[in-house]
């Protein structure tokens, strides 16, 4: 994962799966990075895989930013994210600018 840091951001380009076998390491690197940053923003471009575990590790941070007044924009649109948000009955343009 390469992380860029802007003023009050946090930039996560996110490379490789967003499935069960990374939620922990994930999860985690989102959650300090809420912890740390008013806004974090994650590049799913590069995401080559992604299952029911990964869309809801997505939807998860976005609710958890809410709950904080914090804020995660999801930018980047793999096929695979788009796939997997399609599976889950959710539109990509409902969480990814």
């Known amino acids: ?3 860029k840091k802007r003023k009050d951001r946090e930039i996560l380009k996110i490379e490789g799966p967003i499935t069960i076998c990374r939620i922990g390491e994930l ?3 989102f959650m300090n990075s809420l912890e740390k940053n008013e806004v974090t923003d994650l590049d799913v471009m590069d995401v080559q895989e992604c299952d029911s575990s990964g869309v809801q590790l ?3 941070a976005i609710r958890s ?4 007044g914090k804020r995660i924009n999801i930018s980047g ?3 695979a994210v788009e796939d ?3 599976r889950a009955g ?3 343009e409902m969480i990814i600018y």
Not at 65 to 68: C, M, V
């Open 84 to 86: 997997a948000l399609f």
């Open 77 to 79: 649109q793999s096929k």
């Open 1 to 3: 994962m390469d992380v």
């Open 90 to 92: 959710i539109k990509p």
């Open 27 to 29: 999860k985690e690197r």
């Open 65 to 68: 930013a809410r709950e904080t």
């Open 58 to 60: 997505l939807l998860s």
